[in-house]
């Protein structure tokens, strides 16, 4: 459908599912019949590969403790261990040629160059959703040297920042960890930010984008970006990466109602290029993020369905929103 277009999508915790579990190495059918999570899985490295994704931002995401997940770290040490586990699932994927990392915007232009569907790994770009595995701003020289090149300071409310669902601004240390990431050059995702803290980080490190975040307009709730927000990210230069989940598509959806119309994928991309512009939009689509096929618009039953988005995008603009506009901004400000 896309001929020889190489898709970028801006969010996808595949460390995360390896780390609960799912072989990410196997068939999807294989997959799904040992699968230990009760979503219905859709990302295996063939399924990104059959869709046409060669780059992805990759997550280091640690999961805090709650009713749902006993296991989830109680302080900044837990969370590191999860995060450096992940990180290594990434370096041994690497090792077996299913991944290559990409630290820099030369390495993103030149995967991009070279890349072949059949035969390239799958570029990835290590983002850290949530920083609580940072100790504190002194910590950030071993992530960057590890490889990571983005962080979300936030997911619920961090030690570094407000986030979704508990609000509020950024701590102190969130504060000082702005200013080390603009010293280092580690990129700003707003997803998941407090509006209060999306502010103030803005300000101290402007090189922001959203890797994974839908219009308020559409779903009023604050993990979105409101009208205002989206400029700002655009303003600054940065892509917005649209989710591809259902409760974030629709107001009041819920899990157990019937899957959406695909055509609900293409009013939020239309509506957030209304907003910031069809070069300032992507996809972030955080599929297999807590949710499965189940929760996602009729049509997608996994990652190789992606270029499906392409036909409800204007022709002029597909190219860009599906890969061109994440590359280009990865190829200049990585
Ligand atoms: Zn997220």
């Not at 063939?46 to 995401?61: I, K, M, P, S, W």
């Not at 030690?159 to 080390?180: C, I, N, Y």
């Not at 995702?189 to 975040?213: C, G, M, R, T």
Request: charged letters at 20%.
């Amino acid at each position: 459908m896309l001929g020889r277009i190489m898709i970028v999508d801006a969010h996808l915790d595949l460390a995360y599912n390896a780390m609960l579990g799912r072989d990410l190495t196997l068939s999807l059918g294989a997959l799904r019949e040992q699968d230990p999570l009760t979503d219905r899985a859709t990302v295996t490295f063939e399924t990104l590969r059959r869709g046409g994704v060669g780059l992805c931002l990759g997550t280091l995401f640690a999961m805090p403790q709650d009713a749902a997940h006993p296991w989830g770290y109680e302080d900044w040490q837990g969370a590191r261990a999860q995060a450096q586990r992940q990180l290594e699932q990434y370096l041994r994927w690497q090792d077996h040629g299913h991944v290559v990392l990409l630290t820099s915007g030369q390495e993103v232009v030149e995967h991009a160059r070279r890349w072949s569907a059949d035969t390239s790994p799958l570029g990835v770009v290590l983002l850290m959703e949530g920083a609580d595995p940072l100790r504190a701003a002194d910590d950030l020289p071993y992530w960057a040297g590890a490889g990571v090149r983005v962080i979300g300071p936030a997911w619920k409310r961090t030690r570094f920042a407000g986030g979704t669902g508990e609000s509020g601004g950024l701590t102190e240390r969130g504060e000082d960890l702005m200013v080390a990431m603009r010293e280092l050059g580690v990129i700003l995702d707003a997803s998941h930010l407090a509006e209060e803290a999306f502010w103030q980080a803005i300000n101290l490190q402007p090189k922001v984008i959203a890797s994974h975040s839908n219009a308020r307009a559409i779903v009023p709730t604050d993990r979105h970006l409101s009208a205002d927000m989206l400029r700002a990210v655009a303003q600054l230069g940065g892509v917005t990466g649209c989710v591809l989940f259902n409760k974030f598509l629709r107001a009041g959806w819920e899990r157990g109602d019937a899957r959406l119309p695909l055509e609900l994928v293409g009013e939020m991309l239309h509506h957030l290029a209304q907003e910031v512009g069809w070069d300032k939009v992507g996809l972030g689509s955080d599929l297999d993020g807590g949710f499965g096929v189940h929760e996602l618009p009729r049509g997608l039953e996994s990652a190789a369905d992606l270029p499906r988005l392409a036909q409800l995008l204007p022709d002029e603009h597909r190219e860009q929103v599906m890969g061109g506009n994440w590359l280009k901004w990865l190829g200049a400000q990585l």
